[in-house]
């Protein structure tokens, strides 16, 4: 049985849940925080050892650590777990700086660990459906996507700071647009075997009037658009706040098109030109797609649409057959997104110039990035920001909005 321990007990424990469906054994959690440690392992239902300090973690017996801690944060934790030989799924983005993509796949390369990005959306029923009839060919060469991961929370929602943001220098309060983007990006390389090679990006810069989150972020929106490396372009949100909450998809060939609707649930709407209509398809294709899969009944209780449950699995059949995940989950798409996240807000920074995505397969790339460690963000250990988060960098909260932030999540 693999044996995994689950670093972050927050999101760790739903990611463990679906893990222990797929037989395996949780034999650690770890947190630094006493309270959410504490709410993880009532909420994981075993007794397992529990650790507030990862380098005592990291020596119990174990295959595999889920890395769910912040953020921003994974890449020390990753390579620790790539010099013991643990194989890593690692949640949400890869790297926080451009130089940690440098120092993460200089370590994975040196180990025998499997490294696999734990992106969900990919794995909603819509866009696996997508990938499907992209795979299929009936959609010609793809020359255009798009993807809007869109998710607006109400400013005076306490609950949820209380439960997601908890102190006021939490990642989320610096968090810039473009930066959360594997929800809007990963599904449509998913689709197309796309990976992105060029990067450009505008702000939708409108403030909430009345700050009462202390979010030090006034941008609704990044505007992502990307050129790839198969000359297609990609259109992506990042993590948006405009409008009602939705995630759309939007593929688009030389022959017709897919995309999922909004507002319509799962429903699919797959189209083609009049004279390139294959046989046995309309015109216009309104449906909604099925699972055709197994293992539906775990698929259809698990979070996001059903995707962790089936990235955990494909996780377990890496570990159990010994191959590598595939595009866009690989160690080398992780740190493309990631790139290409934190590239498109310097693009923000600087107006809207482009820039190339590095391909870290190659030495002269990493040799220009390896000193980067430009960030938006306060680390646990202390250190601040050294460049704005923002799109315009004299925003910013009050001191008086700040703490009554504080209070706010303190009472």
């Known amino acids: 049985m693999i044996k995994i321990g689950i670093f972050g007990a ?37 007794d397992v050892a529990v650790f507030e300090n990862f380098d005592d973690f990291i020596e119990q017996e174990m295959d595999a650590v889920v890395l769910a801690n912040y953020f921003h944060e994974h890449t020390p934790y990753a390579i620790k777990c790539f010099e013991k030989g643990i194989h890593v799924f690692c949640e949400c983005i890869s790297n926080g700086t451009m130089a940690e993509g440098v120092e993460l796949i200089r370590a994975y390369e040196k180990s025998n660990s499997i490294y696999m990005l734990a ?13 499907r009839v992209c795979d299929g060919g009936s959609l010609g060469k793809i020359l255009y996507a798009e993807g809007e991961y869109n998710h607006p929370v109400q400013p005076d929602d306490h609950e949820f700071n209380k439960a997601a943001v908890y102190f006021t220098d939490h990642w989320r309060n610096f968090l810039p647009r473009s930066y959360y983007l594997t929800h809007s990006l990963a599904p449509l390389m998913w689709s197309t075997g796309a990976t992105p090679k060029r990067v450009s990006a505008t702000p939708v810069y409108a403030p909430f009037k009345e700050n009462v989150t202390a979010r030090r972020v006034g941008d609704r ?29 939007r593929i688009c060939g030389e022959k017709g098109q897919i995309e999922n609707l909004r507002g319509m649930g799962d429903k699919i709407m797959l189209r083609y030109n009049d004279w390139h209509i294959p046989e046995g398809k309309e015109e216009i294709n309104l449906y909604e797609p099925k699972w055709n899969d197994n293992d539906e009944e775990f698929i259809e209780k698990s979070g996001h649409g059903g995707g962790d449950y089936i990235i955990a699995r494909m996780f377990l059949d890496c570990i159990r057959k010994g191959g590598e995940p595939e595009h866009p989950y690989d160690i080398y798409s992780a740190v493309a997104m990631a790139s290409t996240a934190i590239l498109a807000h310097r693009s923000i920074l600087n ?13 002269e790339c990493r040799k220009e990035y390896e ?12 250190s601040k920001p050294n460049i704005p988060c923002c799109s315009n960098p004299d925003y910013s909260p009050t001191e008086e909005q700040i703490r009554k932030m504080a209070e706010i999540l303190e009472s």
């Open 119 to 131: 992106e969900n959306y990919p794995q909603m029923i819509f866009n696996r459906e997508m990938k």
């Open 10 to 46: 927050g999101r760790g424990v739903d990611i463990a849940k679906n893990l222990m469906l797929l037989d395996c054994e949780i034999v650690a959690l770890c947190d630094f925080n006493e309270k959410r440690r504490n709410e993880g392992l009532e909420k994981l239902g075993i």
């Open 351 to 363: 107006g809207g110039m482009p820039y190339d995505i590095p391909d870290f397969r190659l030495e």
């Open 221 to 249: 929106a990044a505007i992502i658009t990307t050129v790839n490396d198969d000359d297609s372009v990609f259109r992506v949100t990042g993590c948006a706040a405009f409008g009602a909450h939705h995630n759309a998809y």
């Open 371 to 382: 000193n980067d460690r430009q960030t938006p963000f306060c680390g646990t250990d202390g």
